[in-house]
């Protein structure tokens, strides 16, 4: 593969992975008014958490390293994309029901991450 066609998959990664993370920060806004989510985490504890865009987006990146680190980088690159795209309306603007999902596991991980770390109370995902 070309370094050209290398970076234009990148980009298409990049690309989708904002979108993603715009769909689900706009519809958290529209619904609730906030930047903030309450979490259930698995230990029967609650999580108030304020998202940005950004915070969304690094916690993708952070998925997809972890993708690329138990996969190929051929495998990996189409995993993520194929997953991006299921993720997102035909438009791109929204996230599918699976979308939701996932970015609401990602949401769920990101703070029991933090949790295991020993950030307590009220916390900014980044």
Do not use: W
Request: charged fraction near 25%.
């Amino acid at each position: 593969m070309s370094t050209n066609e290398k970076t234009n998959i990148q980009l298409k990664i990049e690309r989708y992975r904002n979108r993603q993370a715009a769909a689900r920060f706009e519809a958290m806004a529209d619904k609730t008014g906030s930047n903030c989510v309450l979490v259930n985490l698995p230990d029967g504890t609650m999580a108030t958490v304020e998202v940005s865009q950004e915070s969304l987006i690094d916690a993708l990146k952070y998925f997809e390293s972890i993708v690329y680190g138990e996969y190929s980088r051929a495998e990996s690159v189409e995993l993520i994309l194929r997953l991006y795209i299921s993720n997102l309306s035909m438009h791109g603007d929204k996230l599918t029901e699976a979308g939701n999902a996932f970015m609401n596991d990602l949401i769920k991980q990101t703070v029991m991450m933090a949790k295991e770390q020993g950030i307590d109370g009220e916390q900014t995902v980044h």
